[in-house]
């Protein structure tokens, strides 16, 4: 999850996003990016100037019945 109380609505994120997605949107909001787009390339989690943004493992089969 984004540090959403660091965020300063800069941008650079979504600047640097080669797929074009509203990574600063998700930061704001304090939401994880889960779009169906992102290369998980990092550019948006290197650029920004204020450490918000992060990767995290997440269990994409938590809560599926089998």
Request: charged letters at 25%; aromatic letters at 6%.
């Amino acid at each position: 999850m984004p540090d959403s109380a660091r965020c300063v609505q800069c941008g650079i994120c979504s600047y640097n996003c080669p797929v074009g997605i509203d990574v600063r949107a998700h930061a704001w909001r304090g939401e994880p990016v889960v779009h169906s787009q992102c290369l998980t390339c990092g550019e948006c989690v290197a650029r920004c100037p204020r450490g918000v943004l992060r990767f995290e493992k997440t269990d994409l089969f938590a809560g599926r019945k089998s």
